[in-house]
T-cell receptor, first 114, second 115 residues
Framework: AQSVTQLDSQVPVFEEAPVELRCNYSSSVSVYLFWYVQYPNQGLQLLLKYLSGSTLVESINGFEAEFNKSQTSFHLRKPSVHISDTAEYFCAVSEGTNAGKSTFGDGTTLTVKP | DTGVSQNPRHKITKRGQNVTFRCDPISEHNRLYWYRQTLGQGPEFLTYFQNEAQLEKSRLLSDRFSAERPKGSFSTLEIQRTEQGDSAMYLC?????????????FGAGTRLSVL
C-alpha cells in the first residue's frame, strides 16, 4: 500500500517570498511522483512530475520539486511566488509497477498575500 | 484534443434518488479513472478502466455505486439511493497505457449535493 502525507495544510506567504510545500510518501515499490494544482471549482492540473532520471524536476511557471529517495520526500518549491499562485496543491504517488491508480495527499492551501 | 469532459458540472438531488455522471476522456487514452474528493481532502480512488474492462475497484465503491465504460470510450458513474454522505466532487481522469507513465489528465469534475 502507498500513502502520501502533506505536512502543511495551509501555507500563507507574502508575494515575492520563497515557498516550500512539503510532501512525504511511503511505498514498498518504485514510484512515480506528481504535483497537481487545483483552482476553485476546477479540476486538477498537472504541475510537474518525477518519473525517472534527474531528481530535480521543474515546471514552466517557476516551480520545482526534488525527489529524495532516502527521505521519501518530494517537496515543491518556488523562489518567488505571485498572487496568481494562490491555489490548492496536491502531491500524488503512483506505483511504477502498476500504471493504475494514484494516491493523493490531503492538499496544501497556498495563500499569497500582497 | 479537447481534454477530459465531465457532465454535468453540478448536480443537486434529494436523498434516495439515483444520479448518473458522464465522463468523456481524451480520445486516444485507453485508461479512465474515477475519483471522489470531499472538502478538505485529496481525491480518493474509486475505480479504473482499461478500454472497456474495469480492472480495479476501491472498497469505497459500495454496492450503490456502479461504473461502466461500454465501448471503451466514455464512462458513466451511477449512484443509486443517494445519501447525504455521497455529497462530494466526482473527478474523472484519463491516461494512455504505455504513454508517459501514468500521467493522468483530469476533468473539471461533477459536484454532487445530496439534500
Amino acid at each position: 500500500a502507498q500513502s502520501v502525507t502533506q505536512l502543511d495544510s495551509q501555507v500563507p506567504v507574502f508575494e515575492e517570498a520563497p515557498v516550500e510545500l512539503r510532501c512525504n510518501y511511503s511505498s514498498s515499490v518504485s514510484v512515480y511522483l506528481f504535483w497537481y494544482v487545483q483552482y476553485p471549482n476546477q479540476g486538477l492540473q498537472l504541475l510537474l512530475k518525477y518519473l525517472s532520471g534527474s531528481t530535480l524536476v521543474e515546471s514552466i511557471n517557476g516551480f520545482e520539486a526534488e525527489f529524495n529517495k532516502s527521505q521519501t520526500s518530494f517537496h515543491l518549491r518556488k523562489p518567488s511566488v505571485h498572487i496568481s499562485d494562490t491555489a490548492e496543491y496536491f502531491c500524488a504517488v503512483s506505483e511504477g509497477t502498476n500504471a493504475g491508480k494514484s494516491t493523493f495527499g490531503d492538499g496544501t492551501t497556498l495563500t499569497v498575500k500582497p | 484534443d479537447t481534454g477530459v469532459s465531465q457532465n454535468p458540472r453540478h448536480k443537486i438531488t434529494k436523498r434516495g434518488q439515483n444520479v448518473t455522471f458522464r465522463c468523456d476522456p481524451i480520445s486516444e487514452h485507453n485508461r479512465l479513472y474515477w475519483y471522489r474528493q470531499t472538502l478538505g481532502q485529496g481525491p480518493e480512488f474509486l475505480t479504473y478502466f482499461q478500454n472497456e474492462a474495469q480492472l480495479e475497484k476501491s472498497r469505497l465503491l459500495s454496492d450503490r455505486f456502479s461504473a461502466e465504460r461500454p465501448k471503451g470510450s466514455f464512462s458513466t458513474l451511477e449512484i443509486q439511493r443517494t445519501e447525504q454522505g455521497d455529497s462530494a466532487m466526482y473527478l474523472c481522469a484519463s491516461s494512455q497505457q504505455g504513454g508517459a507513465k501514468n500521467i493522468q489528465y483530469f476533468g473539471a469534475g461533477t459536484r454532487l449535493s445530496v439534500l
